[in-house]
């Protein structure tokens, strides 16, 4: 408790409460959580191999972790199945239905990177980790799009891009009218570290 403390006080002679922050808005040795609201995941499947159907997740909870010593990020993300919009209510009950991602059983899908290189939130470029869908934890690669300005995820959202096969995670009906292949669209923001800092309570 006094070791807690006596760190609070520190933050404060050093000029703030909270922790220090990057010139990319990444707190020195943290962690920032993402934005449920602002980030979303849109996929689109095709139907009869020529029509794209549409539809996005409205919640992406999680983190984005950074390791100080070896200057690496690895990304933590919840998708809330029950928040998929698509264009009618026949379509959504469809997708939270047994048949697809079977909201009832599995509400929610996660996806755990590998650990990637810092400076590849800005760069972009390979991410890899696991996706689970329906309860099936598969290793998937996904593509991180370079940032377009200087602090990724406050100014400008983190873009994912990648495909999954329906097959892998148990989903095997209308294999005759519905693709197998299915593309993902991640759309991501962090709370800002505004926010975060002054969450950190003050030494009274």
């Known amino acids: 408790m006094h070791r ?16 220090a922050f990057a010139r990319d808005g990444m707190p020195e040795g943290g ?12 996929f689109r499947v095709k139907v009869l191999w020529l029509l794209g159907v549409r539809g ?55 996806f755990t990177s590998d650990a990637f290189p810092r400076a590849r939130l800005r760069a972009g470029g390979e991410l890899p980790g696991q996706l689970t869908v329906r309860g099936v934890r598969q290793p998937v690669q996904f593509d991180l799009k370079p940032a377009e ?10 873009r994912v891009a990648g495909a999954i096969r329906r097959s892998m995670f148990g989903m095997g009906s209308h294999r005759g009218t519905l693709a197998d292949k299915v593309e993902l669209d991640f759309t991501v923001y962090a709370v800002p570290p505004q926010r975060d800092a002054a969450s950190v309570p003050t030494p009274g």
């Open 31 to 42: 962690i920032i959580r993402l934005d449920a609201r602002r980030s979303d995941v849109g």
């Open 56 to 110: 996005h997740f409205g919640s992406v909870d999680g983190t984005v972790r950074l390791d100080p010593f070896r200057n690496e990020l690895r990304v933590d993300a919840r998708i809330d199945v029950a928040s998929v919009r698509m264009s009618s209510a026949s379509y959504e009950e469809w997708v939270k239905s047994p048949e697809f991602f079977d909201a009832a059983t599995h509400p929610q899908i996660l």
């Open 149 to 158: 300005c200087d602090r990724p995820a406050y100014d400008c959202p983190i």
């Open 4 to 19: 807690a403390r006596a760190l609070l006080l520190l933050c404060g002679l050093l000029g703030g409460a909270g922790p």
